[in-house]
């Protein structure tokens, strides 16, 4: 693609606290883009919370704000800089849910500051249980069954016609806080309530579980022309209920015959920026096709 031009300031929102599920690779992802564009000629304005990060060294950003990442400040430092541009997506969860929150309160519009890397609704059907479940119904992609609960009491309901375990996934959090697997209602009574204080929107997915399949994941990054790349192709080999990785094996390990399939899924066409799938080789429900479960 060619160098945007409509553009000269880029404000980056940062990683934030390193913690599981909010890793080093943002600190990583977001000091490479502030290399890369500054190289281009851009001006690099930098919010982050956590002062020990390589991305707040001085040499990295034009300006660099230690501040907290919420909507209120980050308004006060678009105010006051005023960028053309915000890219979020190199933030993990963070840049992501708080470029929405701005979005959606309208500060951006307000500002006429642009979002590059990501648009705004591909990060509502990434983080939405409901809008990702409808993405890839329309994909064609099959997903272990599931629904959404607002409460406690609707949760229990749809896990009696799932049957025990069951995974609870809250939508809009960082690194699968406030969920897990549960296997009875005394647990999901507690780590139901605990996800629906985690989400942002009060929404927990109960979805069926899936324990003791393979997984294999993959990350895609496709431009606004729909060139493809898989960036990252990872086979977790043992992981948590909600899928906190503890090994990795490399593609190395995969077959042809799986790495033909998983590249199909990560093909389609969809404006997501990328692509999370699940292929069951052993103990297979006789209702699903031997291709893919994909689950975010």
Known sequence: MAQRTDIHKVLIIGSGPIIIGQACEFDYSGTQACKALKKLGYEIILVNSNPATIMTDPEMADVTYI?????????????????????????????????????????????????????????????????????MSELGIEMARSEVAYTVEEALEIAD???????????????????????????????????LQASLVGQVLVEESILGWEELELEVVRDAEGNMITVCFIENIFYTAHRTI??????????????????????????????????????????????????R
């Open 67 to 135: 501040e907290p990442l919420n909507k209120e400040r980050l308004e006060q430092i678009i105010a006051k800089e005023r960028p053309d541009a915000l890219l979020p997506n190199l933030g993990g969860q963070s840049g992501l849910n708080l470029c929405a929150e701005l979005a959606n309160a309208g500060i951006l519009d307000k500002y006429d500051v642009k979002v590059i890397g990501v648009q705004v609704d591909a990060i509502e059907r990434g983080e939405d249980r409901i809008e990702f479940k409808e993405a």
């Open 161 to 195: 016609g799932l049957g025990y375990p069951v995974v609870l996934r809250p939508a809009y959090t960082m690194g699968g806080a406030g969920g897990g697997l549960v296997y009875n209602k005394e647990e999901l009574r507690t780590v139901c309530a605990r996800g």
């Open 246 to 295: 503890l090994f990795w094996a490399t593609l190395s390990t995969v077959t042809n015959a799986r790495y033909r399939v998983s590249l199909s899924i990560s093909s389609s066409k969809s404006e997501t920026d990328f692509t999370s799938a699940c292929f069951s080789l052993s103990a297979m429900p006789s209702r699903y096709s031997p291709k893919s479960l994909a689950h």
